[in-house]
């Protein structure tokens, strides 16, 4: 199985703050890196595909960067609905795998 | 707007037979990959397996063969059957749809938590 490792497990930041997330994968994906956002109690929510797209619906304060076994995602300027969990997930090939998250909480 | 809702039992004994269902609504389940993910309290997300509506099927090595999957495309639902069921087993269960592996999982259902307990 191919290993998501995320950094920083946790991060403290204040509203407006530029935040960045770390995934590395123990292997090349190539650029089949998804960045999930999860509240408590809800489902994850699809904000990056394929490393860098954007999701429908979901704001341009987000971004990812990467390929290979190095990828980003960055939030611009934090804002208090950002205040959440955020996995990544490679699609390469099964089984797919998550990373441990990071949970971005308020400073 | 595509919707999914789990259904099944909250409870299931161990060393039997976890199942549930998602209802699709609101597009086909017609040309997708329709996969489950499980995640115990407070903890990661764990994919379990996915199948395409062609009945081909891909599951996670780590649940030992325990796993199946099944769809029935003219109820637009899909299932999952887990068995010999733990502790370990314990979590809620999201089912997803995915577009392919340049799209990851788009839409989620509100997930279910299944218990394993006596």
């Known amino acids: 199985d191919i290993q998501m490792t995320q950094s920083p497990s946790s991060l403290s930041a204040s509203v407006g703050d530029r935040v960045t997330i770390t995934c590395r994968a123990s292997?090349?994906?190539?650029?089949?890196l998804n960045w999930y956002q999860q509240k408590p109690g809800k489902p994850p929510k699809l904000l990056i595909y394929?490393?860098?797209s954007l999701q429908s619906g979901v704001p341009s304060r987000f971004s990812g960067s990467g390929s290979g076994t190095a990828f980003t995602v960055t939030i611009s300027s934090l804002q208090p609905e950002d205040f959440a969990t955020y996995f990544c997930?490679?699609?390469?090939?099964?089984?797919?795998?998550f990373g441990q998250g990071t949970k971005v909480e308020i400073k | 707007q595509v919707q999914l809702q789990e259904s099944g039992p909250g409870l299931v004994k161990p060393s039997e037979t976890l199942s549930l269902t998602c209802s699709v609504s609101?597009?086909?389940?017609?040309?997708?990959?329709w996969t489950w993910i499980r995640q115990p309290a407070g903890k990661g997300l764990e994919w379990v397996g996915r199948?395409?509506?062609?009945?081909?099927?891909n599951y996670n090595p780590s649940l030992e063969g325990r796993v199946t999957m099944s769809v029935d495309t003219s109820k637009n639902q899909f299932s999952l059957n887990l068995t010999s069921v733990s502790a370990a087993d314990t979590a809620v269960y999201y089912c997803?749809?995915?577009?392919?592996?340049?799209?990851?999982?788009?839409?989620w259902g509100q997930g279910t938590l299944v218990t394993v307990s006596s």
């Open positions: 997803a749809r995915e577009m392919g592996s340049s799209r990851g999982l788009d839409y």
């Open positions: 609101g597009g086909s389940i017609n040309s997708y990959f």
């Open positions: 199948l395409y509506t062609s009945g081909t099927t």
């Open positions: 292997q090349s994906i190539n650029s089949y």
């Open positions: 394929a490393a860098s």
């Open positions: 997930q490679q699609s390469y090939t099964t089984p797919r795998t």
